[in-house]
Structure formats: C-alpha cells, structure tokens
C-alpha cells in the first residue's frame, strides 16, 4: 500500500489497514466499469458516500458509528476491485470469504465491529440499492424501467439532495477523507 503497509489478503490484519490508503484505493476503482457519464468516472469512494447520504435520509438519527459502517460498506473494494453483482455470483464462495474478510479487519481497524449488525445491514443493503437507482438513472444510461427491475422504485429520498456528479480522483479521496474524519470525531465525543 502507498502508506508502506504490507496488506495480506488471504489473512488481513487489522494493524496492515490505513484510512489513507482505502480513500486512495475507492477514488480511484470505477463504479459500472467506468461506464458512466461524465467527464470523471463514479468512483467506489463516491459511491460510498452517496450511501452514507442515503443512510442519513433515511435514518437522520443513526450513530456516528453505524454511518461509518455505510461509509466504509464497499471498504474491501480499495484492494480487491469494484465487481458487477453477477459477476460476484458466478465467482462464488471464495470471493464472498475473501471480501468478509478484507471487511472485517477493516470494521475492526476502526473499532467497529467485525460484522455488521443484523439490524442495520438490511438499512445499509436499501441505501446501497437506492445509490445503485441513481447512479444507474443518473449516470450509467438506464432508463426507469430498466432500473425498476433491478432495483426497485426509490421512496422518500430527494436525489436533488444528493451528490451524484462524478468528480475528480483526488477531490472524492478528500471528501471521503472528509467525512470519516468527521465521524471519527463524532465517535470520539461520545
């Protein structure tokens, strides 16, 4: 990793994981495989925090610490890619392993914990899917139809609210950066 960090991904270490090098990481993997609108591809740490965005329509209320587990929902991505679902589901188990546990040393690299809860993986599942609506209306070509059928009909959330316009690697790393800072910050107060 660019902070020196020796990363192994058969058996990561929460003690090998730098928040610097997963905002490098997911602003700079493409979301749609690059197939998007826009002068700048959608990047993963984009996609991210338009979750988080979501997470918080949805449920202003939340814990800093659970935004942050929205945040940081496609965190394995930063070493592992961005992979279409299907493709996901054809490659199977030994994928699924892999990701979990990129995903738990990193959730527990910042003393979350090692899974995401039961009652707040079904919150983040809809405002991934709700994201996966608008980036694939918004940026990715669909038409409302098409995104119906694979993601459902969006409710109450207000995508004039929301950043969707592709930006620049090193501005989605900072906002990124921006945004755990300020959940960290938040979960140091309390």
Known sequence: MLSGRRLDLLDPSPFDIEISDIAHGLARVARWNGQTKGKHAFSVAQHSLLVWEILIQLKPEISASWQLMALLHDGAEYVIGDMISPFKAVIGGDYKDLEQ??????????ALPATTPKNLKPI????????????ATMLAGFDHEEALKFFGQPKSINPEKLSIEPIATNAA????LEVFHSLEKLRAQK
């Open 101 to 110: 546990r990129l995903l738990s040393a990193i959730h527990l690299r910042f």
């Open 124 to 135: 983040i599942k809809k405002a991934d899917t709700i994201s996966a609506y608008f980036e």
């Open 173 to 176: 790393q900072k906002q990124f």
